[in-house]
């Protein structure tokens, strides 16, 4: 970190003691880590937003909005005497070095497979309370990155499919166990299979180098941005689109999908 950096994060640090001084704001005097918390989630969608969007401008926004809360809830922590900020970069430092000894201790790994296995027992090392593969996946991550990181991990200990073909096998039973609970017509059948479905296409994105949480943030802002370009024709052209049938909204879709 250059002496500029130093600089910027000290003045930031400053912004933030007058803040929560005697004539700071009354709203971030009354704010703790726990408050902070939802705030954190928010500008790291945001943040997540901007870079998958492919925008330096808004994602260096963004970046100062999380580097804010971050040095924020720190400065809290100092006040309740838990730790210091300087205190949980030394420890992180400190935890990269140890969980990188390809990097940094000069021993070898053949390969990627190798040195996620690696990563995973420095891990298991450190946490001597932690038996469990799966104990240090956070329990509150959104489903499909959840899905993910289960079948990752799990991979990692061998614990999958030996082939691709395998797995996709797997993928097609899956299928046909998804239709066979749709024809029962029973509810609670249909939604377990479904997501034992989607559980095992994560995995087979997983497998062609995919993130099924990222490819699908993708399928989402394409559809929407054809979606709120038929609207824009929609309106250039005087149509109520409240009165549109199926035809129409194709009709516009391929006109949209022929541009984009």
Request: glycine fraction near 4%; charge should be negative; hydrophobic fraction near 40%.
């Amino acid at each position: 970190m250059t002496p500029a950096h130093c600089q910027d994060l000290a003045e930031l640090s400053q912004v933030i003691e007058t803040l929560l001084g005697p004539a700071g704001c009354p709203w971030d005097r009354q704010q703790t880590p726990e408050s902070l918390c939802d705030y954190v989630i928010e500008e790291a969608f945001e943040l997540t937003e901007a870079i998958r969007g492919q925008d330096p401008d808004q994602a260096r926004e963004e970046l100062g909005d999380v580097m804010f809360l971050l040095l924020f809830i720190a400065r809290l922590y100092q006040a309740r005497q838990s730790f210091t900020l300087p205190q949980a970069l030394e420890e992180a430092s400190a935890k990269m070095i140890r969980r990188h000894p390809h990097v940094f201790a000069g021993s070898r790994v053949e390969n990627q497979e190798q040195l996620l296995r690696n990563w995973e027992q420095i891990k298991r090392r450190e946490k001597s309370g932690e038996q469990g593969i799966f104990d240090s996946l956070p329990k509150a991550l959104p489903p499909l990155l959840k899905a993910y990181r289960l079948n990752a991990k799990a991979a990692r200990h061998r614990f999958t499919w030996e082939t691709d073909q395998d797995q996709k096998e797997q993928l097609d039973l899956e299928w046909r166990e998804l239709k066979e609970a749709m024809a029962t017509g029973d509810q609670a059948k249909i939604e377990e299979e479904y997501g034992d479905y989607l559980f095992t296409l994560v995995e087979f994105g997983r497998r062609l180098g995919l993130k099924a949480n990222a490819a699908l943030e993708g399928a989402n802002r394409k559809f929407l941005e054809r979606f709120q370009a038929m609207e824009s024709l929609a309106r250039e052209r005087g149509l109520d689109v409240t009165d549109f049938h199926l035809k129409d909204w194709d009709a516009l879709w391929n006109e949209v999908k022929a541009d984009r």
